[in-house]
C-alpha cells in the first residue's frame, strides 16, 4: 500500500514537472504575450507592448524573457515611448513561494531608456491604474519604520541593469544620465544589502556603493549599520555609520567629502558661477548625524582629523542644518586660525587692475539674489582676518542671514596696534538694496591703516576713526553716488608727510612775488602735529567737512571742502598759520601769524595743490578800496594791506645800519612793495631811470 502510494506520488511529481517543462511549449506564444501586455498595461496605467520575442519557463523557476519591450508616455507627452528596454529578464524560484518566501534568481535588465519629463505641476513618471479618480493627498505622516513591516522572506540572486539611459528635462533644463550599470545583491531581508554600480552624468563618470545591514531590520525600526560611497572626478562623499532605531529614519555616523573644484561641480549641477579666483577645492571631515528635514555636522574635535577646509583656509566648526523652512536655515559656529577673503573679492577689470590710482567706480549690476538662497545665524572667530592689504587679528563676527537680510557683526577686531567694532548690512528684501557701514576704531595706527584701506601714505600718528555710512543702488557706482551719513577722526602725535608747512610759510614771500609754490613741498618733507581731528557728512556721495583742525609746535591749520567720493573729485582749502616764531628767508623778519592759503583740488588720481590766489587778490582788492576811501596813496594802499594780510607788515623800513662813506644810502624794500612793483611791473624803478637815461643823451 505505502509503496503504492509512493509510486503515485513520484509520478505525480513526474507528470507536473513534464507538464511544466512541455506546457510553455504548447501554449502559442501570443496566449502569454497578450496577457502580459493587458496585465503589465492595467497596472501601469500606461500602454505596455511586447515587441520582440516571449519566452515563459516554470522549472527550476519561473522564468519570463522578452526582448523590445516598451511603455508608452503620459499623455500630452509626445509620441516618444516612456520607456524601453532590448531585453528583460524576470526569474522567481516557484516553490519557495508557496511557503511566502520570494526569492528572485534573476531580474536583469538590458539596455534600459528612461525619459523623465516635467511640465510645469505635471510629470511624465506618475505610474498606476486608471481609477478615474483624483490621487488623494499624500500622508503627513511620511514613511513609517515599525515591527512586522516585513512579514515574509525574499533573497535577491543577480539583479542588474546594464548600460541603462535616463534623461531629464524640465523647460530649458536638460540633464542625462548614461552608461548606467547597477548590481544588487541581498542573499536574505536579514543579511546585507549591497548595491554598487557606475554612470556617466553628463560626460562626467561616477561611482555608486550602498551598504545596509539587514533589509528587514531598516524596515523594522531598528538599528542597522549603514556606508555609502559616491565617488568621481567631481566629488568623493562617504558616510559609514548607523540607522538609528526608531520610526524615523535617522542616521548617526562619519561623514567626509572632498571637493576638487566648487566651481567645477557648480557648473555641472547647471549653476554656473561668477569668474574669478578661488572657490576650488573643499574638503570636509565630521561625524554627521540626524534625519531627512535637518541635521548636524560637528567637526570640531581636531583629535579625531575633524576639518573643514576651503582653497587655504582651514579650521573647526560645529553645523546644524534644518530643511523644514520655506529655504534651509544653518546654525553653527567657526573657528579658523587664518582667513583670507581677498581671493573671493571682485576683480577689477584688466585696464583698471594694471593701474595704480582708484579704478572709476564700476556700472556693471551686482546679483543679490544669492543672500535668498538660505538663512544663516554663524558665529566665527578668526585669529587673523586679512582683506586685501587690510590685516586684522583676533576677530570675533556674528553672521545673521534672514529673509535676503545679512548683518555681519564684528564685535571684536584688533588691527595696527588698536582695536575696535563694525556692522556690515546688505540688504537685498526690497527692490532696489541697500547697505550700512558702521566702524568705531580706537587707538589706531593711521599710517599702516590708511595705507592698506586706500593706498595713502602720508599721515602717521594714533588716534581713533568713526564712520556710519549708509546707501542704496544696483552697482558700485550706485552705491559710492549714492552715500549718506558721519564720521569722525581724531589723531595725535604724527605727521603729514609731502609738506613742510613752516617752510612754506618761510617761502611764501617769493612765491607771492612770482606765484609759485614755496619751498616746503615735496616728497621728503613733513609736518609734525600734536593733533589731528575734525568731522564730516556724507549726503548723495560728497563728504563735506567744515573743521579740520591740526595743531603743532610751529604751525596751525585750519580747513574746509568737500569730496566728491562718487565722481571721484577733491575740493579743499587748508589755512596753514604760523603760530610760534619763525623767521623769513634771509632771517628778515618775524613770519608769526602768516596765512599760507592752499586749495587742493583735481581728482582721486590727479590732484592738484597750489597756492588760493583768488582769495589772496580778494584781501588785496577790498583792503586797497578801504584805505584809498580813507585818503591813502593806493600804491602804499596796496602794499600796506597785502603785508598786513600775510602779517608782513606794509611800511617799509630803513636799515638802522651806518652806510660806508661817501656810499648813498641802500633803502630795504620790504616783500610787498616787491610783490607790488611785479605786479605794476617795476613800472615805479622805470619811472626814475628814464630821466637819468634823457639827461644823458642830452
Known amino acids: 500500500m505505502i509503496r503504492r502510494l509512493l509510486t503515485f506520488l513520484v509520478g505525480l511529481i513526474l507528470i507536473v514537472v513534464i507538464a511544466a517543462i512541455i506546457i510553455p511549449f504548447l501554449i502559442p506564444e501570443s496566449v502569454y504575450r497578450d496577457r502580459a501586455q493587458i496585465a503589465a498595461s492595467e497596472n501601469l496605467g500606461r500602454e505596455v507592448s511586447l515587441a520582440g520575442d516571449v519566452s515563459l519557463r516554470l522549472l527550476p523557476s519561473v522564468q519570463i524573457q522578452a526582448r523590445n519591450v516598451s511603455i508608452a508616455n503620459e499623455e500630452g507627452f509626445g509620441d516618444t515611448a516612456f520607456a524601453e528596454m532590448a531585453e528583460m529578464r524576470v526569474g522567481v524560484q516557484l516553490w519557495p513561494l508557496l511557503s511566502r518566501n520570494i526569492v528572485i534568481d534573476e531580474f536583469v535588465l538590458v539596455d534600459p531608456v528612461i525619459r523623465l519629463e516635467q511640465r510645469g505641476n505635471r510629470n511624465n513618471w506618475s505610474l498606476g491604474p486608471d481609477t478615474g479618480v483624483d490621487a488623494p493627498a499624500s500622508s503627513t505622516e511620511g514613511f513609517v519604520r515599525r515591527p512586522g513591516a516585513l512579514p515574509f522572506e525574499a533573497s535577491l540572486g543577480d539583479i542588474r541593469i546594464e548600460n541603462g539611459f535616463i534623461s531629464y528635462i524640465n523647460g530649458a533644463e536638460a540633464r542625462e544620465i548614461e552608461g548606467l ?4 545583491h541581498m542573499p536574505g531581508l536579514d543579511d546585507p544589502l549591497d548595491i554598487t554600480g557606475a554612470l556617466r552624468a553628463d560626460g562626467e563618470t561616477m561611482t555608486i556603493g550602498l551598504q545596509l545591514g539587514s533589509v528587514r531590520g531598516f524596515f523594522e525600526g531598528e538599528e542597522v549599520a549603514a556606508r555609502l560611497n559616491l565617488g568621481g572626478d567631481l566629488i ?37 558661477m561668477p569668474a574669478g579666483a578661488g572657490l576650488e577645492n573643499f ?40 530643511l523644514t523652512g520655506a529655504r534651509p536655515a ?4 567657526l573657528n579658523l586660525p587664518r ?40 558665529n566665527l572667530a578668526v585669529g587673523e582676518l586679512t582683506v586685501q592689504d587690510i590685516e586684522i587679528s583676533d576677530a570675533a563676527l556674528d553672521v545673521e542671514l534672514v529673509n535676503s537680510r545679512l548683518e555681519a557683526n564684528l564685535t571684536r577686531i ?7 567694532r563694525a556692522t556690515f548690512v546688505a540688504n537685498a528684501r ?46 558700485q557706482a550706485e552705491l559710492m553716488n549714492g552715500l549718506g551719513g558721519t564720521g569722525g577722526f581724531a589723531f595725535a602725535d604724527g605727521a603729514v608727510r609731502g609738506v613742510n608747512l ?31 581731528e575734525g568731522t564730516f557728512t556724507v549726503t548723495n556721495g560728497i563728504a563735506t567737512n567744515n573743521n579740520l583742525v591740526m595743531l603743532s609746535p610751529l604751525v596751525r591749520v585750519d580747513g574746509a571742502g568737500t569730496i566728491g567720493i562718487g565722481q571721484q573729485t577733491l575740493n579743499y582749502r587748508l589755512r596753514p598759520r604760523a603760530v610760534a616764531s619763525i623767521e623769513g628767508q634771509g632771517g628778515e623778519r618775524d613770519l608769526q601769524g602768516v596765512v599760507v592759503p592752499i586749495i587742493i583740488s583735481g581728482t582721486f588720481n590727479n590732484p592738484q595743490i597750489g597756492i588760493d590766489w583768488d582769495v589772496v587778490g580778494r584781501a588785496l582788492l577790498q583792503g586797497t578800496i578801504q584805505r584809498t576811501i580813507s585818503g591813502e596813496d593806493p600804491e602804499d594802499a596796496i602794499r600796506n594791506v597785502l603785508g598786513n594780510a600775510l602779517g608782513l607788515g606794509g611800511s617799509s623800513q630803513t636799515s638802522d645800519e651806518t652806510t660806508p662813506e661817501g656810499e648813498p644810502p641802500v633803502e630795504e624794500i620790504d616783500p610787498a612793495e616787491r610783490l607790488l612793483r611785479n605786479l605794476f611791473g617795476n613800472r615805479g624803478t622805470q619811472a626814475e631811470e628814464e630821466p637819468a637815461a634823457g639827461e644823458g643823451g642830452r
Open 502 to 532: 613752516a617752510q612754506a610759510i618761510r617761502g611764501i614771500e617769493s612765491a607771492l612775488t612770482n606765484r609759485r609754490l614755496p619751498d616746503g613741498f615735496g616728497e621728503q618733507e613733513e609736518t609734525d602735529f600734536s593733533a589731528l
Open 236 to 272: 568623493d562623499l562617504a558616510f559609514d555609520g548607523n540607522i538609528l532605531e526608531g520610526e524615523d529614519i535617522r542616521y548617526s555616523g562619519r561623514f567626509s567629502s572632498d571637493i576638487p573644484s566648487i566651481r567645477a561641480l557648480a557648473a555641472f549641477a547647471g549653476s554656473p
Open 430 to 475: 526690497t527692490a532696489t538694496p541697500s547697505f550700512r557701514i558702521f566702524a568705531d576704531l580706537q587707538s589706531i595706527s593711521a599710517l599702516p591703516l590708511l595705507d592698506a584701506v586706500a593706498g595713502f601714505d602720508r599721515l602717521s600718528g594714533t588716534g581713533r576713526l568713526t564712520v556710519d555710512l549708509l546707501t542704496s543702488g544696483h552697482s
Open 330 to 333: 544653518i546654525d553653527g559656529a
Open 283 to 322: 574638503t570636509l571631515s565630521g561625524n554627521l548625524s540626524g534625519g531627512m528635514n535637518a541635521f548636524t555636522l560637528d567637526a570640531s574635535n581636531n583629535s579625531r582629523n575633524d576639518h573643514i577646509r576651503l582653497d587655504d583656509i582651514s579650521g573647526t566648526g560645529r553645523f546644524s542644518v534644518s
Open 414 to 420: 584688533s588691527l595696527y596696534d588698536g582695536s575696535g
Open 181 to 184: 550599470d547597477l548590481d544588487i
Open 339 to 378: 582667513l583670507d577673503v581677498t581671493p573671493y573679492m571682485p576683480v577689477a577689470p584688466a585696464t583698471q587692475a594694471a593701474s595704480r590710482g582708484v579704478p572709476a567706480w564700476s556700472g556693471e549690476r551686482f546679483d543679490m539674489s544669492a543672500l535668498g538662497l538660505v538663512e544663516a545665524n554663524l
